[in-house]
Structure formats: structure tokens, C-alpha cells
């Protein structure tokens, strides 16, 4: 079992910038591939980033590409979403999630573990 915590969210005007942080507990982080999704009022789930375990591999949904960027430390068990040039569009409650497996996934499905999310408001 593992355990996710975001942290990180709350209220920006366009243009700013916020970090959410995910502190993993339970199993051994480092062998989980990791994920952001964000959820919109009145819209479904959708992907917005995902690394490796290793690192060396990250991949995003085309509306942050450029903006956001996924990274991940391994010793401290926490995964960041470093988000730059917000946008209003981007306001969502963001999804940290956990991949039991060393390859990458772009689907909700395709994900183990789940975080409570953290509220992201980006004002206009």
C-alpha cells in the first residue's frame, strides 16, 4: 500500500507560478512511475504529466508542455509538479498517482495508488 500526500495548491493570478509537492509513504518509492492529473469543475480526469522511477524519462499532456515540468526525488519520496505561466484554464484540483511498475503511463487506469489532490486556482 502506498500513501499520497499533495501539497502546494491554492490561489494565482494568471501569469504565476505554484509547486505542488507528493510525499509518498508505504512501499519503496522508488520503484513506482509517478503522475499528475487534474480534475476541472463539471470535466473528467485528465493526464497532465508522469516521470520514471529512474528520472530519466518524463512525459506531458500538450496543454503544459513548455509550462510545467515533473521532476522527482527519490530520498526525500516526493514527486513535484513546478508550474509556470498559469493560466486561468489550468484551475482544477490536481491528482498525485503512483504507477507500480517502472514504466510510464498517460491513463488514469494505468495507476495504482491515488492522492486526495490539492486545489489549483489560477485567477484571470
Known amino acids: 500500500q502506498v500513501q499520497l500526500v499533495e501539497s502546494g495548491g491554492g490561489l494565482v493570478q494568471a501569469g504565476g507560478s505554484l509547486r505542488l509537492s507528493c510525499l509518498a509513504s508505504?512501499?519503496?518509492?522508488?520503484?513506482?512511475?509517478m503522475g499528475w492529473f487534474r480534475q476541472a469543475p463539471g470535466k473528467e480526469r485528465a493526464f497532465v504529466a508522469a516521470?520514471?522511477?529512474?528520472?530519466?524519462?518524463?512525459t506531458y499532456a500538450d496543454s503544459v508542455k513548455g509550462r510545467f515540468t515533473i521532476s522527482r526525488d527519490n530520498a526525500k519520496n516526493t514527486v513535484y509538479l513546478q508550474m509556470n505561466s498559469l493560466k486561468p484554464e489550468d484551475t482544477a484540483v490536481y491528482y498525485c498517482?503512483?504507477?507500480?511498475?517502472?514504466?510510464?503511463?498517460?491513463?488514469?487506469?494505468?495507476?495504482?495508488?491515488w492522492g486526495q489532490g490539492t486545489q489549483v486556482t489560477v485567477s484571470s
Open positions: 516521470i520514471s522511477w529512474s528520472d530519466s524519462l518524463t
Open positions: 498517482a503512483a504507477r507500480q511498475s517502472l514504466i510510464i503511463s498517460t491513463t488514469e487506469g494505468g495507476y495504482d495508488y
Open positions: 508505504g512501499r519503496t518509492f522508488r520503484n513506482y512511475a
